[in-house]
């Protein structure tokens, strides 16, 4: 592997150095990192189930939270544990090793770029459905989600693919100027459905609600702005978690990697993937029906497991 490359690849990372500084960071990213992933892997599972059971749901929208709750199954069983070793290999006093570490940025990637832009079509998705109304079936059809699904995760997997590539600065702007791109959208798009949904709000209101067509229709709404109103949840949390990387990364390419610049850029990793375990609590905290079909989950488990316990 082309030694400029490496280079490039580890000037984030920790070295052998670093080690007096960074142990107590370590150790905590590692025990942090230890109980997300179980964590991850566990509440999405879940979520997966939940959601597919879920009849309320439109099923433009399932389909696209049940693809973003399998990028977040990949985060916790694969990049996390990658991360891991990665911590538990630097408390053992080695250097970063550029086949884990290029390894570890493959798949980090492709879940990373899966969920990015899942996020984003979630955003359109609900932006449609306000705006649109009665023309969204029409025009959104379960088909065209399940081509928009696909389409996100072979674009992941071509990122995926020129993680090989030595096109050093030219990949850093297309990521860069991509991921920029992406959150203007979203937050125009949430801008857009705030000022759609206060319209339609003042124009239910002036209606004559005792009518059972203005009822329906008020009815059909509040359900459209709750989906969009958890979407923007799901969009905030992930701002928030995925931000200090993108500034901690620009940071060390300003001012070089110092240990301060490290540990931040550790613990912005950690919070990354926090991400992941935090979008089933946002769908139990506001879908009631995700909410009550992940307990009666853990409810049949739990009974499930007494009856087996009894037996045994």
């Given at each position: 592997?082309?030694e400029?490359?490496c280079?490039?690849?580890?000037?984030?990372y920790?070295?052998?150095?670093?080690?007096?500084?960074?142990?107590?960071?370590?150790?905590?990213?590692?025990?942090?990192?230890?109980?997300?992933?179980?964590?991850?892997?566990?509440?999405?599972?879940?979520a997966?189930?939940?959601?597919?059971?879920?009849?309320?749901?439109?099923?433009?929208?399932?389909?696209?939270?049940?693809?973003?709750?399998?990028?977040?199954v990949?985060?916790?069983?694969?990049?996390?544990?990658?991360?891991?070793?990665?911590?538990?290999?630097?408390l053992?006093?080695?250097?970063?090793?550029?086949?884990?570490?290029?390894v570890?940025?493959?798949?980090?990637?492709?879940?990373?770029?899966?969920?990015?832009?899942?996020?984003?079509?979630?955003?359109?998705?609900?932006?449609?459905?306000?705006?649109?109304?009665?023309?969204?079936?029409?025009?959104?059809?379960h088909?065209?989600?399940?081509?928009?699904?696909?389409?996100?995760?072979?674009?992941?997997?071509?990122?995926?693919?020129?993680?090989?590539?030595?096109?050093?600065?030219d990949?850093?702007l297309?990521?860069?100027?991509?991921?920029?791109?992406?959150?203007?959208i979203?937050?125009?798009?949430?801008?857009?459905v705030?000022?759609?949904?206060?319209?339609?709000?003042?124009?239910?209101?002036?209606l004559?609600?005792?009518?059972?067509?203005?009822?329906?229709?008020?009815?059909?709404f509040?359900?459209l702005?709750?989906?969009?109103?958890?979407?923007?949840?799901?969009?905030?949390?992930?701002?928030?978690?995925?931000?200090?990387?993108?500034?901690?990364?620009a940071?060390i390419?300003?001012?070089?990697?110092?240990?301060?610049?490290?540990?931040?850029?550790?613990?912005?990793?950690?919070l990354?993937?926090?991400?992941?375990?935090?979008?089933p609590v946002?769908?139990?905290?506001?879908?009631?029906?995700?909410?009550?079909?992940?307990?009666?989950?853990?409810?049949?488990?739990?009974?499930?497991?007494?009856?087996?316990?009894?037996?045994?």
């Open positions: 592997m082309d400029v490359y280079d490039e690849l580890l000037q984030h920790p070295s052998f150095s670093d080690f007096q500084d960074l142990r107590f960071t370590y150790i905590c990213n590692c025990v942090f990192n230890i109980l997300l992933a179980q964590n991850t892997i566990v509440s999405n599972m879940l997966i189930f939940a959601i597919r059971r879920c009849s309320s749901l439109p099923q433009t929208l399932k389909t696209f939270l049940l693809s973003l709750s399998a990028s977040d990949g985060v916790g069983l694969v990049v996390q544990p990658i991360y891991i070793s990665l911590l538990i290999n630097w053992q006093q080695n250097d970063s090793n550029c086949i884990i570490a290029m570890y940025q493959m798949c980090g990637t492709f879940f990373s770029v899966t969920s990015f832009l899942g996020v984003l079509a979630i955003s359109v998705d609900r932006f449609l459905a306000v705006h649109l109304h009665l023309r969204y079936k029409e025009l959104v059809t088909r065209r989600v399940v081509a928009v699904v696909v389409s996100i995760w072979l674009f992941s997997a071509v990122c995926f693919i020129l993680t090989f590539w030595n096109l050093h600065q990949r850093r297309f990521r860069m100027t991509g991921g920029v791109f992406c959150l203007i979203a937050t125009f798009v949430y801008i857009r705030y000022l759609v949904a206060r319209r339609h709000k003042n124009e239910i209101q002036s004559h609600i005792h009518q059972a067509q203005h009822r329906s229709s008020v009815a059909n509040t359900r702005i709750n989906s969009a109103t958890v979407t923007f949840y799901v969009y905030l949390v992930f701002l928030v978690c995925y931000l200090p990387l993108f500034i901690c990364l940071a390419r300003v001012n070089n990697a110092s240990t301060n610049l490290k540990k931040l850029f550790l613990f912005s990793l950690t990354l993937y926090l991400n992941s375990s935090l979008n946002i769908y139990c905290w506001k879908m009631r029906h995700i909410r009550r079909a992940i307990m009666d989950v853990i409810r049949n488990l739990l009974l499930r497991r007494n009856r087996t316990s009894r037996w045994s």
